[in-house]
Structure formats: C-alpha cells, structure tokens
T-cell receptor, first 113, second 115 residues
C-alpha cells in the first residue's frame, strides 16, 4: 500500500536553515493531511494539518503547502533548530470515512548545530 | 496537557498466548484508534472505535484481534493467539470528534515482543 509516500528517508540540515520535507499521495479522495513528529520511544505528536480546500497553512516556524494537482505536500521548518531532529510522518485521511490515517514511511530530519 | 497513556510500555509473550494492550484515551475524546508499526515499516491503521462499536477496520484486524471499552476510561486491544509477526509497536490514539479536522493524539506505544 503506497498511497502516501515520503521518498526521502533522511534529511540533514544546518541549524538556522530551512528544512523541507516532502510527501506525495495517490488517492485523490484524501481531503485532509497532517504532519506528525516522532521522537524515539514516544508516539507520533501532531504538528500541523491542512484541509484540501487550502494550499497553505502556517503555524509559527512550520508551514505546510498542498499542491492538489500534483498530489504533493511539503512541510517547511524555518529556522530549523537542533530540537527539531526527529522522524516526520505525513498522513492523509478521508473525512467521514472512519477517519483512519494513512501514513507515509517517514523522513528522519537531523538538524546540525 | 492531557495525553493518551498506554500500558505496559513493553510486553513480552510466548507465541500462541493472549495479550491485552491497554490505553487510556484523553478524557473528552469520542473516537479511539489502534495502529501498529512493525520495525522498519510504516505506521499502519488497525481499527477505529466510536460509540461503543467498531467504525472501521483494516485487513490486518482479523478474528484474532478485538477491541473493547470496558469502562468509561479504558480502551483495550486483545490479540487472542499471538504470532511471531504480531511483534510490533502498538499505538493507541484518540480524537475529539468524528469527521472533520480529525487530529488524532497518540500514546507512547506498547512494544509487543512475541517469542
């Protein structure tokens, strides 16, 4: 099942620079997208989300962009901080359809001081 | 800040044994979920539960699995006869309401090791 894909298993960025994490999906029925961050030995922590009726959502240092025609979303972190080092998962769901989240495989972000 | 709590953090069992994984969702949440993550693989949906019944389940959630909300606070996942391939991290999640802007909040997980 490859409905949600994160093609970069890892990303290394210098502190203070921008981190861009990418996610692609194939199911055009998805109408809500979320990013989760996961530290070792912890569960996924909700970060930011976006509805399919929008193309951008911003929350502090985090911005999610959605390109529906390309079935692509990205998470921008500016400026990146060492504490942002974690695994980032994108997830997608179809509202009112059991609400199951379909996850990508994750991208490990390493922010170097 | 309210959180989803899961117990135990690590469960070791013999193949063929029954296990019960426990979760306490966030208190005012109405929708409950179980997911699992086999080592090196994606987080996979197992089941969602709302209004005391299963709302949706994946093909992974076969007859060996069951869920229950035995009281007003706990939400459990039972695996009747564990197999080696059930070894995984199991995450419980809850969300405030069904549908729309479904932000699910996850617990820290239970690592199940089947020997």
């Amino acid at each position: 099942d490859q409905q949600v894909k994160q093609n970069s298993p890892s990303l290394s960025v210098q502190e203070g620079r921008i981190s861009i994490l990418n996610c692609d999906y194939t199911n055009s029925m998805f109408d809500y997208f979320l990013w989760y961050k996961k530290y070792p030995a912890e569960g996924p922590t909700f970060l930011i989300s976006i509805s399919s009726i929008k193309d951008k959502n911003e929350d502090g240092r985090f911005t999610v962009f959605l390109n529906k025609s390309a079935k692509h979303l990205s998470l921008h972190i500016v400026p990146s901080q060492p504490g942002d080092s974690a695994v980032y998962f994108c997830a997608a769901t179809i509202n009112n359809a059991g609400n199951m989240l379909t996850f990508g495989g994750g991208t490990r972000l390493m922010v170097k001081p | 800040e309210p959180e989803v709590t899961q117990t135990p953090s690590h469960q070791v069992t013999q193949m063929g044994q029954e296990v019960i994984l426990r979760c306490v969702p966030i208190s005012n949440h109405l929708y409950f979920y179980w997911y699992r993550q086999i080592l090196g693989q994606k987080v996979e949906f197992l089941v969602s539960f709302y209004n005391n019944e299963i709302s949706e389940k994946s093909e992974i959630f076969d007859d060996q699995f069951s869920v229950e909300r035995p009281d007003g606070s706990n939400f459990t996942l039972k695996i009747r006869s564990t197999k080696l391939e059930d070894s995984a991290m199991y995450f419980c999640a809850s969300s405030p309401r069904p549908g729309g802007k479904n932000i699910q909040y996850f617990g820290a997980g239970t690592r199940l090791s089947v020997l």
